[in-house]
């Protein structure tokens, strides 16, 4: 069962989750900023290394146009900060243990996967402005290009 896809105009979900550190961080806390919110399958694969690259090697342009990064997967913090060390990220990234965020972001659902249907993460990013409105909700985005594509799309060099 596929939940519900958010729409450009929704106000995103509130969410209090655990970072790489294990200390709590509510999407409340960036209000008055923008956020890139993006979900994705598991650290340390090859795909979400590639993604989470792309934000690391764009964060200053990012940052520049006031977007804080907030990466979020199913993966437990320790692990999280394992990915953070291995590949210097710069951003947060959030635990999701039992998939009740990627569930009200509509990220977790049916999926091809090799041909069969799977149940499981919607490789997903959220535009987020200040007030905590989405203005850019994207479903299964590819891994490699993403970022430079939404950098395109929001008008960021």
């Given at each position: 069962?596929?939940?519900?896809?958010?729409?450009?105009?929704?106000?995103?979900?509130?969410?209090?989750?655990?970072?790489?550190?294990?200390?709590?961080?509510?999407?409340?806390?960036?209000?008055?900023?923008?956020?890139?919110?993006?979900?994705?399958?598991?650290?340390?694969?090859?795909?979400?290394?590639?993604?989470?690259?792309?934000f690391?090697?764009?964060?200053?342009?990012?940052?520049?146009?006031?977007?804080?990064?907030?990466?979020?997967?199913?993966?437990?913090?320790?692990?999280?900060?394992?990915?953070?060390?291995?590949?210097?990220?710069?951003?947060?990234?959030?635990?999701?243990?039992d998939?009740?965020?990627?569930?009200?972001?509509?990220?977790?659902?049916?999926?091809?996967?090799?041909?069969?249907?799977?149940?499981?993460?919607?490789?997903?990013?959220?535009?987020?402005?200040?007030?905590?409105?989405?203005?850019?909700?994207?479903?299964?985005?590819?891994?490699?290009?993403?970022?430079?594509?939404?950098?395109?799309?929001?008008?960021?060099?």
């Amino acid at each position: 069962m596929t939940d519900t896809r958010l729409e450009p105009g929704t106000p995103a979900p509130d969410f209090t989750l655990q970072d790489q550190d294990g200390k709590s961080v509510s999407l409340a806390d960036f209000r008055g900023g923008k956020v890139l919110l993006y979900f994705y399958p598991a650290a340390m694969t090859p795909g979400c290394t590639t993604e989470a690259c792309d934000f690391r090697d764009s964060i200053a342009s990012l940052s520049g146009a006031g977007y804080t990064v907030l990466g979020v997967s199913r993966d437990e913090p320790a692990k999280l900060a394992e990915f953070r060390d291995r590949d210097a990220l710069t951003f947060g990234l959030l635990s999701d243990p039992d998939a009740a965020v990627h569930r009200a972001y509509g990220a977790w659902g049916e999926k091809m996967n090799y041909g069969k249907v799977v149940e499981g993460v919607i490789r997903s990013t959220f535009v987020l402005d200040e007030q905590g409105t989405i203005t850019r909700a994207l479903y299964n985005v590819k891994a490699t290009g993403h970022v430079a594509r939404l950098r395109r799309e929001l008008g960021i060099d």
